[in-house]
């Protein structure tokens, strides 16, 4: 299975979520803050804090933690406060 | 920290109204404990949006009480930042103006004549056409009928106000106590008031008030002196933090306040509308009789995304967060309760607030204030008197 993250393809398998595909490349963080545009990745990694949130398939505000990335999965960082389009 | 074991004036329940009341009384020079079977500012207060309406009342006894707390809350900070400093008085006050919307063409006829009767009254309603409502809030939907704008809603974090009011009365020689229960008053032969009895002694006061929100009808019941305070359960959904152009202001559906005034058990739901600073937009609002159950409830969840989505369509694909709920104090003639109780002098009530508690604070507590302290009061204290038939449940005892 492969997905792409900003463009570029990666290796991933079966079950595997966002989060754990992103970690397993050394990324650590993929989203900003609003206010400061701080550094944000993976914190509570039980989907309860939406720290880590992601854009998949052009869809904002997704929880990298629970997401489970499907074949041709297109992962976006997301900058701030975004809105679904 | 200082251990008061007497006060001129207990007041039991350190939410808003308790705060406010313990803050106008420790203003006007008295000694005030404030205690809390919990933590403060952790029940009702906790359970709301903060909202600061003049916008959802027809004219009468609580408008004035509207108007005049709306009038309070951005002196009454001032004056607090200037006692405290900023740094214990940042609430997160937001004067954004409230937009009602009509949803449906039904809707339009009554918005208008309410509108009417406020400005009557004093209050700035700008009647609005569809077109124009859509150009000050982008995201409606498209087909809403008619809106009127009430430029002085305004918005607070009520956690915040609590814990600002607080510590000025701290900051005047009072305390606030937590995790202490009130067990019964201490009265003398006549029957005044002059203490309260706790788990561990008494503490003697000259005056008690009872601000316990949805559990001031159960506390009065302990304590022999009966009111009907009924909770009135809430939920509301936190979206995940959204850009600060998606909802301006307070927008809510005209037939919130057809909501709120009736008097079914059932459930209701009317959609209001918010952002915070935070970014998250809270949505709410339900309103059920179902005592103390706090049991979450889908259809109340579902109920209220719908009505959100109904007037700003874009929320459809934006994730909540979570949510979370609280009791409305409720009385059957939807009017709060403040003023000293005719059988027990000395005990005074203030609560009753419904969903409002938080916009009516200041002006709750200075009332309170004013009548005890025998000064003139600025709105009429007649129709919140404790002893009108609609409130005194002796029936019930």
Request: proline fraction near 6%.
């Amino acid at each position: 299975m492969r997905v792409r993250f900003e463009g570029e393809e990666i290796e991933v398998e079966a079950g595997q979520t966002v989060a754990g595909v992103l970690l397993s490349k050394g990324i650590r963080s993929w989203r900003t803050t609003r206010g400061a545009d701080r550094p944000r990745g993976l914190f509570c990694g039980i989907g309860v804090c939406f720290d880590c949130l992601v854009r998949v398939n052009g869809v904002p505000d997704v929880r990298a933690c629970q997401r489970v990335v499907a074949d041709g999965d297109d992962i976006r960082t997301q900058t701030g406060v975004e809105l679904p389009s | 920290m200082v251990r008061i074991d007497a006060a001129d004036v207990v007041v039991i329940g350190a939410g808003i109204i308790g705060a406010a009341c313990a803050e106008a009384l420790s203003a006007a020079g008295l000694r005030v404990l404030v205690l809390d079977r919990g933590a403060p500012a952790g029940g009702t207060t906790a359970g709301g949006e903060g909202n600061v309406l003049v916008s959802d009342k027809a004219p009468g006894p609580e408008l004035d009480l509207a108007v005049a707390s709306r009038r309070r809350w951005p002196e009454l900070l001032e004056s607090l930042r200037g006692e405290l400093g900023d740094e214990l008085v940042q609430v997160e006050w937001e004067p954004k103006g409230g937009l009602v919307v009509a949803t449906d063409e039904d809707a339009v006829g009554p918005l208008r004549i309410l509108a009417e009767a406020q400005r009557e009254a004093g209050v700035e309603a700008v009647d609005t056409t569809a077109e124009a409502a859509r150009a000050m809030e982008p995201h409606l939907a498209e087909d809403v009928h008619a809106a009127v704008h009430y430029p002085e809603d305004a918005q607070l974090q009520p956690v915040l106000a609590t814990t600002a009011l607080l510590a000025a009365v701290r900051a005047r020689g009072g305390e606030v106590r937590g995790g202490t229960e009130v067990h019964g008053l201490v009265l003398d032969a006549a029957g005044t008031v002059g203490g309260v009895r706790l788990g561990d002694g008494t503490v003697s006061c000259g005056a008690v008030v009872n601000a316990c929100g949805p559990w001031a009808g159960h506390f009065s019941v302990t304590v022999g002196a009966p009111i009907e305070v009924l909770p009135r359960r809430g939920a509301v959904l936190v979206t995940a933090p959204l850009p600060p152009v998606v909802v301006r202001r307070k927008v809510y559906a005209a037939d919130y306040a057809a909501a709120v005034a009736t008097p079914h058990v059932d459930l209701q739901v009317s959609a209001v509308v918010e952002s915070t600073a935070t970014g998250a937009v809270l949505i709410g609002s339900s309103r059920q009789r179902v005592g103390f159950d706090e049991s979450l409830e889908v259809e109340v969840l579902r109920r209220l995304a719908r009505s959100a989505i109904r007037l700003f369509p874009v929320l459809a694909g934006v994730p909540v967060m979570r949510t979370y709920g609280g009791f409305r104090p409720y009385t059957p003639d939807h009017l709060p309760v403040i003023g000293e109780d005719p059988r027990f002098p000395g005990l005074w009530h203030a609560s009753g607030h419904e969903g409002a508690g938080i916009g009516l604070a200041p002006a709750t507590g200075r009332l309170v204030a004013d009548l005890m302290c025998g000064r003139q009061p600025e709105v009429d204290p007649f129709r919140f008197r404790v002893d009108r038939p609609e409130v005194i449940a002796e029936v019930r005892t």
